[in-house]
């Protein structure tokens, strides 16, 4: 059996053709669902993909977080489903509270793109179980609003639940309080991220490394494990 | 003005109209008169006005531009040739590629953000509407000097529209320009260039034909933007000092456009779609006229029917709109539910706005009253040719005789040292990093090179590899200096970065800029440009498929340099073969390619170090360039070098700090025999390549170029790695890479950051 | 018809990046006397019918759950003007 | 210390996506009633010393020449009130 992964496609989605394609790369089937409609089609896992959903227009992920679709993930990421939100899709979950804190313009106020070195922080969730705490990572970074922040609180918490996930090295890229790159709800099936793994699947294109494909395979290891 | 039917102007023959204040002059518009047999209504007036503008009718450089044509190469790639929204060329495999290149100068000087945005939308829809999905985007810029005022409020504004309407959509940034000069500082050029992919199967082209089809007008809903734009754009010359005359200014959606491409490119693959347009300058005027002109029947369109953002617009601003984000499709009567669901699926607004009659005309109605009855071609394909006055300049002579070979040059080796630094250092050499990484390169995953390579490369297919490299290159100061020669270092540049990279150059679009072309010596700077670009692609083998022209770049009597931008496509059968610019292993050996001569006429050395223009342009041998070319995608598939850079501005050693840079390793040079350090360091002679070469390969490699005459010489070899590494010329001077780094990569973020 | 406002702005703990660029760039333009500039988002929302009480808590609501992130922003509601018909 | 505000918004006849977005988002939040929405931008200036004629014809050029493009914005500029130390 292999797992079924869906990757939701909002309008102004962008990464989501990438994103099926690093799923198909790990070995993994991927299933196309569309904002409008509720029904998940009964996949093992959902990622929602990078891009400018709804042009970011007001807050980027602030209108899609109300698609049809959303109600259902809402629903069942609370319930253990491994949902990843990669750039928009990170986005997209903090404006859905199924992350805490917030994502802001980048602190200079550019769109960056460039080859983000990453430290691994948490490798027990869902989605990085095939990396090694502490593994130093290239993945693509590019994105307007990347500037994660959230109240002290809410960040020692983060800290100290060990759920700050990946974290930025050599440079800050966006102003994001802590260098905090990715985090992870507290039951570890929920992980949001700025930069782009499904852009480092392939020798040759795009960065020419292969640092994001851990990701998914990291998935499909453990629902094949759990079927 | 009460509704001006077309029965009311047969009956009002003496009414005037108003024709001087939208841009046509006396003879055009008893042209109109004479085509009609009456007065225009004013509708018809507004069509006419827009489509016989300078930038919708070509009239100053039509007579010109025929030459691209006239004297086009035999190509089996050529599928679809100029007069088309863009070219398509086949590049094998089934699959057919659509590019083009675009300005958006003017708007972009008055709003910088979304006057390049939005000419980044346009480009995008001609590619959209040749029926192919838009692979990536490429943005040659030219600004005033860099530490002018005023460039920091256009540079960042500029980069940042294209960025934030090229990223939005989802299209990678593979490549352009970035060039200081003082002569754009009132006229910065921001040129749009896009690629698209079909099968050949797919592509569509703007006709309506099929009485009873149904002409559907979707995307963006039609408001008071752009209204004359077209035409007071381009036929006057832009003037700061007149606020009045300011062109309005559209804002662009980039999310529209987004889904305007999805629902396309659905619509295309269900074979919804008999012909399509997309709306640009002019709008409705230009794509209602193109379709009914370009299909075999006529066309009745219901102005009434088109979805409006400002209920207050009267059919002669609904006919001049030009808001962005709309496409005008023909559909078959049995189709038309099936497209405008998917376009409600995509939340994008769509309405039968007409249909395709068995008659010859254009018909307008509004409010029930006809109020156009024109015949389509005489819109869209009549409007006036001029035959301009031209004359090379009396100055040409005194330019050409300031020989900048006579220029002063270091006296030392520290002199020569420090001119190094200098060069890498100034604005146009300096790396353009701050700006390409506001751009997103690594979208739809296909991305093989971007910047800084020597061009952009995208893969098409993902089973077989097959891919497609573009360049775009101009050299404003060479065509000042002489035109003919000027556009064909432009061409040979693009042609040489292509190659470089290791894909087969296959075909051309340009985009013209120049001055006004009621100046005799800017329309023979013009017509000498044409003239070479004609030539040059002759002898290439690589037709012209398309392109822009862009004239009225003055300020006041100030025009620019004379700014051809020539793209040149390419394909490569394997990305896998491809060749980057970094050096990637110390050891290899560093050949030189092709002959160095002293030129220095137009060369960044000459500009930097002491601020001159003169003299004459490096020398072009086209027959060289392509064995070059050849050389170099031979050594490529072959696998004979790990890495090549094309020399052009700056000369060997601008290349060179730069393959090092981005490689993270040194380089040692040794002067070759014959040449002195100075000339072999900066010379800008054209039809040169430096490359790295595995010690393995240097047998096989000499003797390739041996059996087919290119010169080569070998230059030294990569040393080192790490910051402490130097680019080191042996005799003369070593500077370590961090010391370089800092002199090539911080001088646009000190400026602009 | 009647026009309700609803300005949204950064906490002020929360950095504000584009106010302080435009603030750092006054001095250039010769301006001073501007001891802090803090940009944010002005909505106008044009309404059918009465903006009474329960219209006001429904925009309100509108601007708690979407037009601002509470977590970073505040918001404010007002009721501008009576947008007299002929206006544009 | 006084605030003034200076309030940037679109060109009526101007394209507003951001606020066409937001309306069109609506009806799905279940809002409706409301027939138009525009989004701007909203500058508040902390101004030092006393906020006279001179001090806001100054701010009206800053608004005119920098912070708004008047070839597609309309700008207003008001003082909005007196900021009492303790506030934030
Ligand atoms: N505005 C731009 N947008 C995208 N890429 C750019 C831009 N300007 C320069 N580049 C890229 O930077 C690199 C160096 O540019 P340039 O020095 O002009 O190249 P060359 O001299 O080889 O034509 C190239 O890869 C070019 O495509
Ligand atoms: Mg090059």
Redesign the pocket.
């Known amino acids: 059996m292999t797992a079924r992964i869906g990757v939701v496609t909002f309008p102004g989605s962008l990464d989501d053709r990438d994103t099926q394609r690093a799923i198909r790369l790990a070995g993994a089937e991927p299933v196309a669902l569309w904002h409008k409609d509720k029904d998940l089609k009964q996949v093992d896992a959902v990622v929602l993909p990078g891009g400018f959903s709804y042009g970011d227009y007001l807050r980027a992920g602030a209108i899609s977080r109300f698609s049809p679709v959303m109600e259902t993930l809402i629903d069942q990421a609370k319930a253990g489903l491994p949902v990843l939100g990669i750039c928009n899709g990170f986005q997209v979950l903090t404006e859905a509270h199924l992350l805490p804190g917030a994502m802001l313009g980048n602190d200079h106020l550019h769109f960056i793109c460039r080859d983000q070195k990453l430290r691994v922080e948490n490798a027990g969730t869902a989605w990085t179980s095939d990396y090694e705490a502490g593994q130093e990572i290239h993945i693509p970074l590019k994105n307007m609003d990347g500037r994660y922040v959230a109240d002290e609180r809410t960040l020692d918490e983060l800290e100290a639940e060990g759920r700050v996930v990946f974290r930025y090295l050599d440079v800050n890229p966006n102003g994001s309080l802590r260098d905090i790159a990715g985090i992870t709800n507290a039951a570890g099936n929920v992980v949001g991220l700025m930069p782009h793994p499904e852009h480092a699947v392939e020798p040759l294109i795009g960065s020419g490394r292969t640092d994001g494909l851990p990701f998914f395979t990291s998935i499909l290891k453990k629902l094949v494990a759990a079927s | 003005m009460s509704l001006d039917t077309v029965e009311n102007a047969s009956k009002t023959p003496d009414v005037e109209l108003p024709w001087a204040e939208l841009g046509l002059k006396k003879d055009e518009y008893e042209r109109v008169v004479e085509i009609l047999g009456r007065r225009p209504t004013g509708a018809e007036l507004a069509m006419y006005s827009v489509m016989w503008s300078e930038h919708c009718s070509y009239k100053s450089s039509k007579v010109h531009l025929r030459q691209f044509g006239e004297k086009a190469p035999q190509s089996d790639a050529m599928l679809v040739g100029i007069g088309e929204n863009a070219g398509v060329v086949d590049v094998g495999q089934g699959y057919a590629v659509t590019f083009k290149v675009e300005s958006h100068n003017h708007p972009s000087y008055v709003e910088p953000y979304q006057g390049a945005a939005t000419g980044v939308g346009g480009i995008v829809r001609d590619i959209i509407a040749m029926g192919a999905r838009p692979v990536a985007v490429?943005?040659?810029?030219r600004f005033g000097a860099a530490d002018h005022p005023d460039t920091k409020r256009v540079l960042p504004g500029v980069?940042a529209g294209i960025g934030g309407y090229g990223n939005c959509l989802g299209l990678p940034?593979?490549?352009?320009?970035?060039v200081f000069d003082s002569c754009y500082q009132g006229n910065p050029l921001v040129n749009a260039g896009a690629i698209g992919v079909m099968r050949h199967e797919d592509i569509h082209l703007a006709k309506a034909s099929g009485a009873g089809n149904k002409v559907i007008m979707y995307g963006a809903r039609t408001g008071g933007d752009g209204i004359g734009g077209a035409s007071i754009l381009a036929s006057e010359t832009f003037d700061d000092a007149k606020p009045s005359k300011r062109p309005a200014v559209q804002v662009g959606d980039p999310f529209q456009e987004k889904l305007l491409i999805e629902c396309t490119l659905e619509a295309f693959a269900e074979k919804l779609v008999v012909g399509i347009q997309d709306l640009g300058a002019a709008g409705i005027s230009c794509a209602t006229s193109e379709l009914a002109s370009n299909g075999s029947g006529g066309m009745r369109v219901e102005l009434d029917d088109v979805p409006l953002r400002d209920s207050t617009l009267s059919p002669e601003e609904i006919l001049m709109s030009e808001s962005q984000e709309r496409m005008c499709a023909v559909v078959e009567p049995s189709k038309v539910d099936r497209f405008l669901e998917i376009c409600e699926k995509w939340d994008v607004i769509a309405t039968v706005i007409g249909e395709v009659t068995d008659g010859d005309r254009l018909e307008i109605f509004w409010h029930g009253e006809k109020i156009v009855d024109v015949d389509p071609r005489t819109v869209a394909h009549d409007g006036p040719v001029y035959e301009r006055p031209y004359a090379r300049p009396e100055w040409q002579d005194a330019l050409q005789a300031d020989d900048a070979n006579k220029l002063p040059r270091p006296a030392s080796a520290d002199e020569l040292k420090a001119q190094v630094l200098a060069l890498v250092s100034s604005p146009n050499?300096a790396s353009?990093k701050w700006?390409?990484q506001q751009?997103d390169h690594f979208v739809q995953g296909n991305t093989v090179l971007?910047?800084?390579?020597?061009?952009?490369m995208i893969r098409i297919d993902e089973e077989s590899g097959l891919g497609v490299a573009i360049?775009?290159?101009g050299n404003g100061r060479f065509a000042k200096l002489d035109p003919y020669t000027g556009a064909q270092l432009a061409l040979a540049?693009?042609y040489r970065?292509v190659a470089t990279t290791g894909a087969k150059p296959l075909a051309v679009s340009d985009c013209l800029n120049f001055g006004s072309p009621e100046d005799p010596a800017v329309m023979w700077q013009f017509a000498e440009a044409i003239r070479g670009l004609a030539d040059g692609c002759l002898q290439l083998g690589t037709p012209v498929t398309g392109g822009n022209v862009s004239l009225y770049n003055q300020t006041g009597e100030a025009a620019i340099h004379p700014t051809p931008v020539v793209a040149v496509l390419g394909v490569i059968d394997d990305v896998a073969r491809r060749t980057p610019v970094a050096f990637q292993e110390e050891g290899q050996l560093l050949y030189l390619l092709g002959d160095t001569r002293e030129e220095f006429g137009g060369s960044a050395w000459s500009q930097v170090v002491h601020d001159h223009l003169g003299g004459l342009p490096p020398k072009v041998d086209l027959e060289r360039e392509r064995l070059l070319g050849e050389i170099l995608i031979s050594a490529s598939r072959d696998g004979m070098i790990d890495a090549a850079h094309?020399l052009?501005?700056g000369g060997l050693i601008q290349a060179v700090i730069e393959s090092a840079l981005l490689g993270g390793k040194g380089a040692r040079l040794v002067v070759p025999d014959g040449l002195d350090a100075f000339t072999f360091l900066f010379s800008e002679s054209a039809g040169r390549a430096v490359v790295s070469i595995p010690r393995s390969e240097e047998l096989r490699f000499n003797d390739m170029c041996g059996a087919r005459g290119l010169p080569v010489t070998r230059i030294g070899v990569v040393d080192g790695s790490g910051d402490a590494a130097a680019v080191d010329v042996q005799g003369e001077f070593a500077l370590s890479l961090a010391e370089l780094r800092v002199a090539h990569e911080e001088t646009l973020p000190g400026i602009f950051a | 018809m009647a026009r309700v406002v609803v300005d949204v702005m950064l906490k002020p703990e929360i950095l504000d990046p584009q106010g302080q660029a435009v603030q750092r760039a006054l001095p250039r333009l010769g301006f001073d006397g501007i001891s802090d500039v803090r940009q944010g988002k002005r909505f106008e929302l044009e309404v059918d019918g009465p903006v009474d009480d329960a219209a006001l808590a429904r925009i309100h609501e509108l601007a708690e759950t979407f037009l601002a992130n509470t977590v970073i922003e505040n918001f404010t509601v007002k009721v501008e003007e009576l947008v007299a018909g002929a206006e544009k």
């Open positions: 490429v943005d040659p810029l980069v940034n593979i490549g352009g320009e970035v050499q353009k700006i390409t751009y971007a910047q800084p390579e020597d061009s952009g360049a775009t290159d540049e693009a970065n094309d052009s501005d």
